[in-house]
Nanobody, 125 residues
Framework: VQLQASGGGSVQTGGSLRLPCAASRRTSSNNAVGWFRQAPGKEREFVAAISWNGGSTYYTDSVKGRFAISRDNANARNTVYLQMNSLEPEDTAVYYC?????????????????WGQGTLVTVSS
């Protein structure tokens, strides 16, 4: 499974971005997908995750009510989206998508087997 995350860019506080994550193989449609981020000098942290069928979603507390994760298993590339609204400077990081080892979403990096290359999000005040 190869993943490609995109959609990053520079926005001002309060702005929005949508990050798509496209998988190269349809096997990922049976797996949970997560988004993580890593700010400069900090460890990679969980942001959001979605179950294989989109029925369950998890968010870290700092993004609840501002970010939304969704997935489209109908298209050929099994795209998962992270819609980010009301962005804050603290959201500045490289964002990574990852395919889980199973169908249930998890907040742990160890539960994800495949990782994309990351896309940079910069939020200025």
């Amino acid at each position: 499974v190869q993943l490609q995350a995109s959609g990053g860019g520079s926005v001002q506080t309060g702005g929005s971005l949508r990050l798509p994550c496209a998988a190269s193989r349809r096997t990922s449609s049976n797996n949970a997908v997560g988004w993580f981020r890593q700010a400069p000098g900090k460890e990679r942290e969980f942001v959001a995750a979605i179950s294989w069928n989109g029925g369950s979603t998890y968010y870290t507390d700092s993004v609840k009510g501002r970010f939304a994760i969704s997935r489209d298993n109908a298209n050929a590339r099994n795209t998962v989206y992270l819609q980010m609204n009301s962005l804050e400077p603290e959201d500045t990081a490289v964002y990574y998508c990852a395919v889980g080892r199973g169908s249930r979403p998890s907040t742990s990096l160890r539960d994800y087997a495949y990782w994309g290359q990351g896309t940079l999000v910069t939020v200025s005040s």
